[in-house]
């Protein structure tokens, strides 16, 4: 016979569960009865369990360790790699390798009547990477969870090929190597992203003392070997708490979490920055915000269920958000820079001079790059076409919130990785009426086959599908983003650009791996068709950043897609220059903008209007 164990609840006196009891004499007609347990155990424990009863909860405003702990239970367990602390550089070699010392010479420019041409003076250039993408250490030293944290270890094919950012390149640990490399290679200028769950473990609440100490040291490091820094505040690591507590970028108050966030670093490093970027692409509101599972593995508020009201949403508070800081990095603290967001999107050219293709590259534009930048450069208000789109769906904007958005760039940045040719859809007049339609809201078609049906350019690796090497798309898009869609921009940063070689986290032999043919002739077109841009077409151009610096996490795709000027090996961490990254510098040398130190250029640089 078992029995039950008495046990002293909380509030009661000893009892033993009654309804078993009752089941199992009840003789009447359809009764069921329940056997015993019989076997292994013989004994159990029971209670009565009422959650609302209990004295302590662990509330939003509980800054403890208990409910740090309770965060990183809501990830899971976090792996660590073979580096889990700082450590100290060694020297640099006194020569790096030559790729075209070979028997293969560098990729040739598609314009050699470029040759003559030099950047103008003070063009920044260097190389990008966010925190999450490149950090590891995902639980070190304080630091909360951030929404990825979550994502890669609990939502089930979130990313690709299962992979997370626990250890990556462990940049939080071997950070003085990295500056030393970019300093000995020549590179002038490193744009990192900052973490805010690091700074913040809760997004809000008490600062994580060693996260200030940590990124006070990445400052001071990069302020002796002389490189510039560019910083991000947000490159989408959104801390988990404020998901927990109220949606996140669903609501208003994330915008009042950000500026407390933000203001702390800008404070504390505006001595060190030229140029601040307050948030990566807000149109990640799109295609990954929207998609994020509210309702399944994160609560729902704000009925900001996935998709369309998610997503607008999102890129409202964080339009907001962004607008805050700017206007009081330069009206009340008076900051010594410039700020900006950076924008992801790419060149749209029509399919046909049909007015529907026209039209379809208007709204391509609109949808990605209007929703963000049309208030900036104008009036501070969501194009009209948004507008008369999405109605309820779109936010609207007070007179207040306009004034604070129109004028909070103070230049315009693009990641302009790729081209599109748009056309115009069947049924278009039904899809902009229709939220059901599975075009909307955009209703406007695009490919990356010309209008022959061809690739429109080399494709990347099949983790970055979207990723076609079109170096005159580029060019094009510079004039198209400056003459034509937001003529106010004084100036224009490409502060994205590269190339995900395809296959190439299959290679097993590094010697096969180092001569990426197909990274070093998108950095080569590109580069060129920058270069173009400012030399031929006037557009005022001042500065481009390749990414990455090394190989990293790429979000959906994870690990297995790799867009690093720098192989990283992920058993033992070792990084080892690419071709490409060679052929990156010497472009940049090549054109008049040497390494910081190095002689200024004897600028040949002029307009061709
Ligand atoms: C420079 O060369 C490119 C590519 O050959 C050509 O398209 C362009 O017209 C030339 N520009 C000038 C100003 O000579
Ligand atoms: C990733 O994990 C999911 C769920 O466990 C599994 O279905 C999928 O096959 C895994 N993918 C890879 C590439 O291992
Ligand atoms: C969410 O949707 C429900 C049902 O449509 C509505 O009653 C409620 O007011 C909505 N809540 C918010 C915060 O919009
Ligand atoms: C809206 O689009 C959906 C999905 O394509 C379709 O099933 C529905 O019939 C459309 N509604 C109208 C009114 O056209
Ligand atoms: C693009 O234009 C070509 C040539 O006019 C045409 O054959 C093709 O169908 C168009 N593509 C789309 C997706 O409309
Ligand atoms: C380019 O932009 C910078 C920064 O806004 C400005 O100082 C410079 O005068 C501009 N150059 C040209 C040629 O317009
Ligand atoms: C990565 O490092 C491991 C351990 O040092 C080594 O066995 C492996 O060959 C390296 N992989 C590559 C691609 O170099
Ligand atoms: C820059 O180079 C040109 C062409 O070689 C030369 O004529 C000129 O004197 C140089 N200017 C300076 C300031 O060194």
Redesign the pocket.
């Known amino acids: 016979m078992w029995s039950l164990k008495a046990v002293t609840p909380a509030l009661g006196g000893l009892f033993l569960i009654p309804d078993l009891a009752f089941a199992q004499s009840d003789s009447g007609s359809g009764a069921v009865s329940f056997p015993d347990p019989t076997g292994v155990s013989t004994e159990y424990a029971s209670t009565t369990f009422d959650y609302s009863a209990a004295s302590t909860t662990l509330a939003n405003d509980d800054f403890s360790d208990e409910r740090l702990a309770f965060l990183w239970n809501q990830v899971g367990p976090i792996a660590t790699g073979p580096v889990t602390t700082t450590v100290e550089a060694t020297p640099e070699p006194s020569a790096y390798s030559d790729p075209a010392a070979g028997f293969h010479p560098y990729i040739p420019s598609y314009f050699s009547n470029l040759s003559g041409y030099s950047l103008p003076e003070g063009f920044a250039w260097g190389v990008a990477s966010s925190a999450y993408q490149i950090e590891g250490a995902a639980n070190a030293e304080g630091k909360g969870p951030s929404i990825w944290d979550f994502l890669s270890h609990r939502v089930v094919n979130q990313v690709a090929d299962n992979t997370t950012g626990d250890v990556v390149g462990s940049h939080y640990f071997l950070y003085k190597q990295d500056i030393a490399r970019l300093k000995g290679l020549g590179v002038p200028a490193f744009s990192f992203s900052i973490s805010w769950p690091r700074i913040f473990p809760f997004g809000k609440g008490p600062i994580n003392e060693e996260a200030v100490q940590h990124y006070d040291d990445v400052m001071a490091e990069l302020a002796q070997q002389e490189l510039k820094i560019a910083p991000v505040l947000f490159h989408w690591d959104t801390p988990l708490a404020l998901f927990n507590e109220y949606g996140a970028w669903s609501d208003r108050q994330i915008v009042d979490d950000f500026f407390n966030y933000a203001t702390f670093i800008i404070q504390r490093y505006d001595h060190l920055v030229e140029e601040w970027f307050t948030i990566n692409e807000p149109q990640y509101c799109n295609w990954q915000y929207s998609y994020y599972p509210f309702g399944t593995y994160l609560p729902l508020y704000n009925n900001a269920t996935q998709g369309a009201k998610a997503r607008f949403t999102c890129g409202h508070y964080t339009l907001l958000a962004h607008a805050k800081v700017a206007k009081w990095y330069h009206e009340e603290f008076k900051g010594r820079g410039r700020i900006t967001f950076k924008n992801s999107g790419n060149y749209f050219e029509a399919n046909s001079t049909s007015e529907a293709d026209a039209v379809s590259v208007q709204r391509n534009y609109d949808f990605v790059l209007g929703w963000f930048n049309h208030g900036v450069w104008n009036d501070g208000d969501y194009p009209q076409v948004l507008k008369d789109t999405l109605g309820d769906i779109l936010p609207t904007l007070t007179d207040d919130e306009k004034a604070l958005i129109a004028g909070s760039c103070d ?1 315009f940045a693009i990641d302009p990785y790729t081209s599109y040719y748009a056309f115009g859809i069947e049924d278009f007049d039904s899809c902009v009426s229709n939220t059901s339609h599975p075009g909307f809201p955009e209703c406007a078609g695009s490919t990356q086959l010309a209008p022959d049906g061809f690739p429109a350019g080399p494709s990347a690796d099949p983790g970055a599908s979207w990723l076609y090497d079109t170096p005159t798309g580029v060019r094009r898009f510079l004039n198209v983003i400056t003459k034509e869609l937001f003529p106010a921009v ?2 224009i940063q490409v502060t994205e650009f590269g190339f995900a070689e395809p296959f190439e986290s299959e290679l097993t032999s590094l010697q096969t791996i180092l001569w990426d043919l197909r990274r070093t002739d998108y950095y080569q077109g590109y580069l060129d068709n920058i270069l173009a841009a400012i030399a031929y077409d006037g557009v ?1 151009v ?1 500065g481009a950043w390749g990414w990455a610096i090394f190989d990293n996490f790429e979000w959906g795709s994870g690990v297995s897609t790799r867009f690093g000027l720098q192989h990283v090996n992920y058993t033992d961490l070792t990084r080892t220059p690419k071709a490409s990254f060679y052929s990156f510098i010497k472009w940049f040398e090549d054109h008049g903008a040497g390494a910081s130190g190095s002689e200024p250029a004897n600028s040949t640089y002029r307009l061709m209007h």
Request: glycine share 0%; hydrophobic share 20%.
């Open positions: 230049f004084p100036d005022n001042t």
